[in-house]
């Protein structure tokens, strides 16, 4: 039996010492064979630490995304070179976005993408809202809406290529396959304090480029299974997108990092 841990959304940098000594004894005490982290590890100004400390406090297969926050204060490019150098030196430490396929049993297998939000879901020109994020990523800082708007389907379009050229490869040699991703891929997917996010958060929130790509492939295997595991809303739930493809919500809160689920395979 194989057990993988699934966490999100875990924020280290709003932890205590001992907080972030329970939130490990947590893991741990789930004894996963393997940790699967869906992005918002830290920020970008200690992210090499946080990794380090994840290396030597879980003795497991780190399998991870990264998320928003993982970026604030550095640009994409920056963290970028810094994540692959980070995983170049570590053992158990691995970026899903440039690992392929990895098996997680003979039947499942695993593949991911940070996603990102591309405005093209709800109202993005009514939209009031103003993420830190178009302020503490240098990429953003300084763009006007539509600038932003151009780049934010630019990340969209991104994730969406990455799920056609590795999905299929996944579900050629795995019946079940699981997509570790930081930003819910449908409307339906955006749970927040209970419900789904309204028009104006779900341009911020929810990468909707990824969604259409993941429904064009299933629809070419309608005998595989694809599950899918996200975060970035903070709020808990599970959507059927069709009979083939669900995708799973973690719930998250800051301070409290939570395992999400533990799966056995």
Not at 37 to 44: L, P, Q, R, V
Request: proline share 5%.
């Amino acid at each position: 039996m194989t057990r993988a841990v699934w966490l999100t959304d875990i924020h280290l940098n709003f932890l205590k010492p001992v907080q972030i000594d329970k939130f490990y004894q947590l893991v741990r005490a789930s004894r996963p064979n393997y940790v699967l982290i869906s992005g918002d590890i830290g920020e970008a100004p200690q992210l090499q630490w946080y990794m380090q400390q994840l290396e030597s406090r879980l003795p497991f297969p780190i399998y991870f995304v990264l998320g928003n926050h993982d970026y604030y204060g550095a640009s994409f490019a920056d963290v970028h070179t810094l994540t692959k150098g980070i995983v170049s030196r570590s053992q158990r430490l691995h970026w899903l976005t440039t690992s392929g396929v990895v098996e997680l049993a003979p039947d499942v297998g695993l593949i991911g993408h940070e996603g990102w939000a591309d405005g093209r879901a709800g109202d993005y020109f009514t939209s009031k809202v103003l993420l830190s994020d178009y302020l503490a990523i240098r990429d953003f800082v300084g763009l006007d809406e539509m600038q932003r708007f151009k780049l934010l389907n630019q990340l969209g379009d991104e994730a969406a290529r990455y799920i056609h050229e590795w999905l299929p490869k996944a579900l050629d040699k795995y019946p079940q396959v699981i997509l570790l991703t930081h930003v819910p891929p449908f409307t339906e997917a955006c749970w927040h304090e209970g419900g789904i996010s309204d028009q104006e958060w779900l341009p911020h929130f929810v990468c909707q480029a990824a969604g259409e790509a993941m429904v064009q492939v299933m629809a070419d295997y309608p005998d595989r299974q694809l599950t899918v595991l996200c975060g970035h809303s903070h709020g808990q739930g599970s959507v059927q997108v069709r009979d083939n493809l669900r995708v799973l919500t973690g719930g998250a809160e800051y301070g409290k990092p939570q395992v999400q689920q533990v799966f056995e395979f």
